[in-house]
């Protein structure tokens, strides 16, 4: 994990340091200044260092100076945003690169990446042996470190307890601290990877950052400043290979390891051991140790025995962060539970009541006390019995409605929703409680206000048609007295009044049949007959030269019948398909089986004219209540017929033609006598 100092002193710049904000690749540390900085640069920390001055860039080449003067390895950027300066006397005072915005985040990790860091120690870690040092004096017989000190036994017997804790930041602060006071080591830090990243709350390790949780004996500055990583220095080998890593300094020549930036994380902590932490499945982090403060070298029980007593910290830490995965969760699902409007009652699978939000208080909370029930069985009569059927039996109910004795008027709808138990029973449950009352009173508006302009609709309907009945019966009346002895006169009149009085007769049978629930069928007749009686029936009023013509692939087809009302309902049909057949109009009809492959059980009876048919528009609104396009009539005549056909346990539906000889409409009777 390379490391990334940021020199900024003021907030208005957060723009220009966001781009340089931490990555996967680096780590960045924003200091104010260089004396605020001055621990950190003096541990080696940083492997750059951006300044990013406030207004001219004089102060910048200042600081470059300074910089450079105290740590001549330090890489140096300069970003000094659009004023115009000499940039010579930027690289002269020390900088290595000069950048000016506009700068994407792509471009600051392009440029980092080829900022590549040379190993950089500070001077009190430099350390060139002119020969190997002496191996240590072999200890006394009686020093033999032969098996684990008492105190580390209990140590690690204790260590197991640790499994059960839940606070991931204060029991490692602990434990460094005894594990310290037990080895005697000067200092100690803990680095692990973030709970986060884990893989067992479903998410992949995606960062390779190892950040400190704990520590001992090491300056802060340090510790908020730098991190390790999982892709090289001393992250990357004990992640690799899971053992303990020892300084190459201290270790023997079989066990020593070179690598520059493990050298230099290690001088930077003053750290002599690594030790990988476990959780028994894979490795999360990493614990470095410093020497003894006895100047002694650890022996391999002891650092066996730090081995264990890691993976036991790593088994705490696992246990820590899914207890707090899982507090986290129930206080997210609690917090919507409270902040939903509805209302939420969660009710455990022994029938204690576990959670009720304020709306559930609101509305479930006796008259006078605001308090909302304690014990199942003070729940309301209907919502215990379907809780009960759901948690003990797994009977889920459909969605209802009931009042409350709360809320005298309003509506309430109940909602009950399972929790499985992994299939077993019972289970919990929980029940939404929604206030529909305003919901039933804007119902009710609406329908008002629907049956409002209905009503409207018909009276301009029934104005307009009873008008045009009046027309000529009005106008025969007025000359009455004068033609009444003119033969012509006499035969018009007749005929008004036959064709009047038939339109108004047809009108008022229009709105008794919608008005009225028929009689259930109970006769079986022909259909043909029937067929040709309701075209006679419709070709008198409309056109006298009409014809129908039937094509049945049943031999006398049968329908169970109401006779009055299903002849009224063709008569309609033969009306509608005449006065749309032009000049000479015909109808075609055609009768039928359905499909046996369809498993439907009906007689199919399929109605075509000799017209244009239906378009795209008619077809959508062909059956719609008050729907015609002609000056005569009110547009019931469709809607009446397919009631009645309702009525019959059957089905009417208008269509399009794809084809010239497709059916304008299909009517279904069902064969179920």
């Not at 820590?320 to 209302?343: C, E, I, K, P």
């Not at 009417?652 to 179920?672: C, G, H, S, T, Y």
Request: proline letters at 8%; glycine letters at 6%; hydrophobic letters at 40%.
């Amino acid at each position: 994990m390379a490391h990334l100092l940021i020199l900024a002193q003021t907030p208005t710049l957060s723009d220009r340091v966001r781009v340089f904000s931490s990555s996967a690749s680096w780590k960045s540390s924003l200091f104010p200044d260089l004396t605020a900085a001055e621990p950190a640069l003096q541990a080696g920390i940083f492997d750059a260092a951006v300044i990013i001055p406030h207004a001219a860039d004089a102060g910048a080449a200042a600081t470059a100076g300074q910089l450079r003067a105290r740590y001549p390895s330090l890489r140096i950027i300069l970003y000094v945003g659009t004023t115009p300066a000499e940039e010579n006397i930027l690289y002269l005072a020390g900088s290595d690169l000069v950048l000016r915005p506009p700068l994407s985040r792509e471009a600051v990790d392009s440029i980092l990446g080829r900022q590549a860091p040379e190993p950089f120690r500070p001077a009190a870690y430099r350390h060139t042996p002119a020969a190997p040092p002496p191996p240590p004096p072999a200890p006394a017989p009686a020093m033999e470190w032969r098996q684990p000190a008492p105190t580390l036994g209990i140590l690690r017997d204790l260590s197991r307890v640790l499994g059960c804790s839940i606070d991931d930041r204060q029991f490692p602060q602990s434990f460094l601290a005894k594990l310290r006071e037990i080895l005697g080591v000067n200092r100690a830090a803990l680095f692990v990877e973030s709970p986060d990243m884990q893989p067992w709350r479903g998410a992949s390790v995606s960062s390779p950052r190892l950040s400190c949780i704990a520590s001992v004996g090491i300056p802060k500055a340090i510790i908020d400043c730098f991190e390790l990583s999982r892709s090289h220095g001393i992250g990357e080998h004990v992640a690799r290979t899971g053992q303990i890593v020892r300084h190459p300094f201290e270790a023997p020549a079989t066990h020593r390891h070179d690598d520059p930036r493990m050298i230099r994380e290690m001088d930077i902590l003053g750290g002599r051991i690594a030790v990988p932490v476990h959780d028994r499945e894979r490795c999360i982090g990493a614990v470095v140790l410093g020497g003894k403060l006895t100047g002694d070298a650890f022996s391999a029980s002891e650092l066996e025995m730090v081995f264990h007593l890691m993976e036991e910290l790593g088994l705490a830490l696992r246990n820590s962060w899914l207890h707090g995965q899982v507090a986290a969760s129930q206080r997210l699902f609690s917090d919507m539970l409270t902040g939903m409007t509805s209302g939420t009652l969660v009710v455990g699978a022994d029938l204690n009541l576990l959670h009720a939000n304020r709306a559930c208080v609101e509305f479930l909370g006796s008259p006078g006390t605001g308090g909302a029930p304690n014990r199942f069985e003070d729940l309301p009569r209907a919502l215990r019995d379907s809780l009960h059927e759901l948690i003990e039996k797994g009977v889920e109910s459909a969605p209802f409605e009931m009042a409350l004795p709360s809320k005298p008027g309003g509506v309430f709808r109940f909602t009950l929703v399972p929790f499985p138990n992994d299939g077993k029973l019972p289970q919990p449950a929980m029940a939404i409680i929604e206030d529909f009352t305003q919901v039933e009173a804007a119902k009710r508006a609406e329908i008002e206000a629907a049956n409002l302009k209905l009503t409207a609709l018909m009276a301009r309907r029934f104005a307009h048609e009873i008008r045009n009945s009046l027309v000529p019966l009005t106008t025969h009346q007025q000359l009455f007295d004068s033609e009444y002895g003119n033969d012509d006169f006499r035969q018009s009149l007749k005929h008004a009044l036959e064709v009047e009085t038939g339109r108004i007769q047809r009108f008022t049978e229009q709105m008794l049949y919608l008005s009225h629930t028929q009689p259930s069928p109970a006769e079986i007749i022909p259909l043909e007959p029937l067929l040709r009686e309701s075209f006679n029936a419709a070709r008198t009023l409309v056109s006298p030269d009409g014809t129908l013509e039937i094509d049945s692939a049943i031999d006398d087809p049968l329908v169970k019948v109401h006779r009055p009302s299903l002849f009224h309902a063709f008569k309609e049909i033969f009306l509608n398909s005449l006065q749309s057949g032009g000049r000479t109009p015909s109808v075609a009809v055609h009768i039928a089986n359905a499909d046996p492959q369809s498993g439907e059980h009906s007689l199919v009876v399929s109605l075509r004219d000799s017209g244009a048919g239906f378009n795209s528009e008619t077809v959508e609104r062909a059956l719609e209540p008050f729907c015609t396009k002609r000056n005569t009539g009110v547009g019931l005549g469709l809607t009446v017929a397919r009631k009645i056909i309702t009525d019959h346990g059957g089905h009417l539906e208008v269509r399009l033609r794809a084809r010239p000889d497709d059916p304008d409409v299909v009517i279904r009777f069902p064969q179920d006598f």
